[in-house]
């Protein structure tokens, strides 16, 4: 009987590599401060920059998620698809996902290039969802239920094993 060769699909690491990656800059896509929040409140402490370990930094990365959260649903909240908000967006989740692969030993360049180019496609889908949804459904409530799921996104990615 012969064994079949070793695949990049049966490598472990490589999945959840890939699976955290995207779920970050999912999570980074729909709200911005999300993906670098989780990754410093969540992530393995041993494995992080020795600032990004302090009380301080836990409270500052959670206040900003939280002011995003609550200026999000401003009317005049900015356009996410301005440059300023693509732009947050694609260095914050390159930046969360490549201290999340560092944290777990994982390779750090993929998978921050990998959340980036998530985060701009995930805020794109999601303006485009919230502009159609808040046709039928107050902007409130669709703000709110985005924001759910960008923190279960970002929850996901940041779990040890996401696939899990």
Avoid: C, W
């Amino acid at each position: 009987m012969r064994s079949r060769p070793p695949s990049h699909r049966d490598d472990p690491v490589l999945i959840r590599t890939v699976s955290s990656s995207v779920l970050i800059g999912a999570a980074s896509g729909l709200r911005s401060q999300l993906g670098l929040a989780a990754v410093v409140l969540r992530a393995n402490n041993g494995g992080q920059p020795p600032f990004l370990r302090t009380a301080t930094a836990g409270r500052t990365v959670a206040a900003a998620a939280f002011t995003e959260l609550l200026v999000d649903k401003s009317p005049r909240a900015p356009d996410r698809l301005r440059p300023a908000g693509l732009v947050a967006r694609l260095v914050l989740s390159g930046l969360a996902s490549g201290l999340f692969a560092h944290s777990e030993a994982r390779p750090v360049a993929p998978s921050a290039a990998l959340a980036s180019a998530t985060a701009l496609l995930a805020a794109k889908v999601g303006h485009d969802l919230r502009a159609r949804a808040v046709r039928s459904v107050p902007d409130p409530v669709v703000a709110v239920a985005e924001d759910g799921l960008a923190l279960y996104l970002a929850a996901a990615g940041t779990r040890p094993d996401p696939l899990r």
